[in-house]
């Protein structure tokens, strides 16, 4: 089986990705990690202010090993990441700085945002920040056509929408957000925040329409995940050979950087 797109492979039976992070970790301080955005706002999440796993204090150090150890030039991500990537970015630096002899020995990588604005951080079912497992708060790609419909209908939307005939707000109301970042159909979803602002539309009718187009993207998925689920055996067949191929480049990426730290003893 040769995967032509992607590469998909399991974490962690690719040991260079671990060996690479323990490298890194000299190259980063714990008040850097702590001060990075996204692991302060988890951590104030998960009510990790009184005792912080290591392991988690550590995952940006641990994602830059999984971003570099494949020599990734463009790393596509969510705003809320863009602090992650920029840690990433630090050590690369830093590495090549301390080790690099002038030479680049690891990339830098660079960010790729979503071209659609209301995509760079998609707030969460409920209105909140973000959508999170840890909150409850989103769509997951395996959910069947009534999860979907059941969250839906639970969607924030304007609290002062309370008659059809009152005026809308779209400023904050998740189902426009949504209808924004997944509907091709511009044109339509215009009208709609019109008719809505001015009063006449209800949350029923525009939650219906959102659903409609979610289950457009969803549904080829399901087929496909459907069409995996009953050939378990390929699916691993596709993992043992995406993880070989990461084994093979991560660990030439693991040689050059042992080579530049001077402790590639039986190279």
Not at 22 to 36: G, P
Not at 164 to 190: K, M, Q, R
Request: proline fraction near 5%.
């Amino acid at each position: 089986m040769i995967l032509k797109k992607s590469t998909i492979f399991i974490q962690s039976q690719v040991p260079e990705l671990f060996e690479l992070t323990s490298y890194y970790m000299n190259l980063v301080t714990v008040s850097r990690l702590e001060r990075n955005p996204t692991v302060k706002a988890e951590i104030a999440q998960k009510n990790f202010e009184t005792s912080i796993p290591a392991g988690f204090l550590c995952y940006p150090i641990s994602q830059a090993a999984d971003i570099t150890a494949f020599d990734a030039t463009t790393v596509p991500v969510g705003e809320d990441q863009a602090p992650m990537l920029e840690q990433t970015r630090e050590i690369v630096r830093k590495f090549n700085d301390v080790y690099g002899n002038g030479q680049e020995v690891l990339i830098e990588p660079d960010i790729l945002l979503p071209s659609n604005n209301v995509c760079k951080r998609l707030p969460g079912l409920d209105g909140k920040a973000k959508m999170s497992k840890t909150l409850g708060n989103c769509i997951y790609l395996s959910d069947t056509s009534d999860d979907v419909a059941k969250k839906v209908q639970t969607m924030y939307t304007d609290p002062t929408h309370i008659k059809v005939s009152d005026p809308g707000h779209i400023e904050g109301n998740v189902v426009f957000t949504y209808l924004d970042a997944f509907c091709t159909d511009t044109a339509t979803v215009s009208e709609m925040k019109e008719h809505y602002q001015r009063g006449g539309l209800g949350d029923v009718k525009v939650k219906k329409y959102l659903l409609s187009v979610l289950e457009e993207m969803l549904n080829p998925i399901r087929e496909r995940r459907k069409q995996y689920e009953g050939d378990p055996t390929e699916v691993m067949s596709m993992l043992k050979v995406g993880t070989a191929k990461a084994r093979e480049k991560a660990s030439t990426v693991l040689s050059r950087v042992k080579q530049a730290m001077k402790i590639d003893y039986f190279a």
